[in-house]
């Protein structure tokens, strides 16, 4: 089945705890992402990644890192959590289309909340 | 001026109504549509995308695309409760640069 898995899916912490949230994608897509949604804010996009060994910043990059060593994996890393990255996480990956268009696939979430 | 707009809602319509979601967007560069349908609680999960003017059709659901007016509008036939959800309106300007709309609550009543 083709599908975007993540773990853990919730994780209470604590802040300044190093933490990391795994995504994997079993579609062979080269574009992977990184969300956050938070009420009244929509998502939000944090880092994207268009191959292996290549990653940008999105919209909201503060406080978060990401590596990508294998097309298939792209995990998020807090190194430092603070209490304002409590938040719902979705990892998304892409392909483009033969019109174009870069279709998205999503994650079914990780909920975080830093104490 | 944000570069996607949507009213928040919530949208209430009874059951096998038509509903009718609106969404604006600032880039004239945007190449491409996305709508979304997003469970409270779950992930978002793609209903369709166009790239062209016009209207695209697909089962109940129908997207419509004005670039000159920068608006992409979808409209749900036959609405049902099941409907009820979030709808997230996505634009593409470019490789995994997807902005998202806060999108709209709909509300379907039996």
């Known amino acids: 089945e083709a599908q975007v898995t993540q773990n853990p899916r919730y994780l209470i912490t604590v802040t300044g705890k190093k933490l990391t949230v795994t995504c994997s994608q079993n579609?062979?897509?080269?574009?992977m992402s990184w969300y956050r949604q938070d009420p009244g804010l929509g998502l939000r996009q944090i880092y994207y990644s268009m191959n292996v060994e290549v990653t940008d910043k999105g919209d909201v990059p503060e406080g978060y890192k990401v590596s990508r060593k294998e097309k298939r994996n792209f995990p998020l890393i807090l190194e430092s959590p603070s209490p304002n990255q409590t938040s719902l996480y979705f990892c998304?990956?892409?392909?483009?289309?033969?019109?174009?268009?870069?279709?998205?696939?999503f994650g079914p979430g990780t909920r975080l909340l830093v104490l | 001026q944000k570069e996607v707009e949507q009213n928040s809602g919530p949208l209430s319509v009874p059951e096998g109504a038509i509903a009718s979601l609106n969404c604006t967007y600032s880039?004239?560069?945007?190449?491409?549509f996305f709508w979304y349908r997003q469970y409270s609680g779950k992930s978002p999960e793609l209903i369709m995308f166009?790239?062209?003017?016009g209207d695209k059709e697909d089962g109940r659901f129908t997207a419509q695309l004005n670039k000159a007016s920068q608006y992409v509008s979808l409209l749900i036939r036959d609405s049902q409760p099941s409907d009820s959800a979030t709808y997230l309106c996505?634009?593409?300007?470019?490789?995994?640069?997807?902005?998202f709309g806060k999108g709209t609550m709909l509300l379907v009543s039996p």
């Open positions: 880039d004239r560069g945007s190449q491409s």
């Open positions: 579609m062979n897509h080269e574009y």
């Open positions: 166009i790239y062209s003017n």
């Open positions: 998304a990956s892409s392909f483009t289309g033969l019109a174009g268009q870069e279709t998205q696939y």
């Open positions: 996505a634009v593409n300007k470019g490789y995994s640069t997807l902005t």
